[in-house]
């Protein structure tokens, strides 16, 4: 990684992010990543190492940094006041993605329990299997279908929500309001259920 000019003050380099120069973003990206690698690695534990990519996380919280920069949302006296705020938001981004794995995984744990509690365990093992090439096939055909005539935002909604972000998760990811989000799952639900009246109906 090269190193960021000494000279130029990150204040200076904020405004003019928020005129849409690349360059100063280029320059603040170098200056503070892997500073910020570095501290969301040290609020990992080793079971979430495996799972969430530090430098992922870090290109997600410039994402969203310029994007907010751009609209104006922050105003800087000094640098140490920039660096305050990249931490702040890597630490919430880091926390919530935690929060979303964890929950995730007891919501599965729970469900796996109650199903084998319902099902027996041989019955539960033949349906809880990995899905074949051909229900996957199936599935992506599926969402094709119904998500064919979105945008790739609009696409990447419907992907995060299968992947079971929360919306406030999946507004943020993207940069709108969890209004939109809502409006475009609806949409696809709305269409889902045409779809499963339409295959239901008789002729």
Not at 71 to 81: M, P, R, T, W
């Amino acid at each position: 990684m090269n190193t960021p000019p000494a000279d130029e003050d990150s204040v200076d380099l904020v405004n003019r992010c928020r005129e849409g120069d690349q360059d100063a973003e280029a320059i603040l990206f170098a200056r503070y990543a892997r500073r910020l690698v570095a501290l969301a690695q040290s609020r990992l534990s080793k079971k979430f190492s495996r799972r969430l990519d530090p430098e992922d996380v870090v290109q997600s919280v410039f994402k969203s940094f310029f994007v907010r920069v751009g609209d104006g949302q922050f105003e800087f006296s000094e640098s140490g006041d920039l660096w305050s705020l990249l931490a702040r938001i890597t630490t919430n981004k880091l926390n919530r993605k935690i929060e979303h794995h964890t929950a995730a995984k007891r919501q599965v744990d729970k469900e796996q329990a109650a199903n084998k509690d319902d099902l027996g365990g041989a019955a539960y093992e033949a349906i809880s299997r990995e899905p074949s090439p051909e229900d996957v096939l199936i599935l992506e055909e599926e969402i094709e279908g119904l998500t064919g005539d979105m945008n790739a935002q609009q696409r990447q909604i419907v992907e995060l929500r299968l992947q079971g972000y929360l919306l406030e998760e999946i507004a943020e990811e993207v940069m709108r309001s969890e209004r939109t989000v809502r409006r475009i799952l609806d949409r696809v639900k709305n269409r889902l259920k045409e779809r499963l009246d339409s295959a239901i109906s008789p002729d």
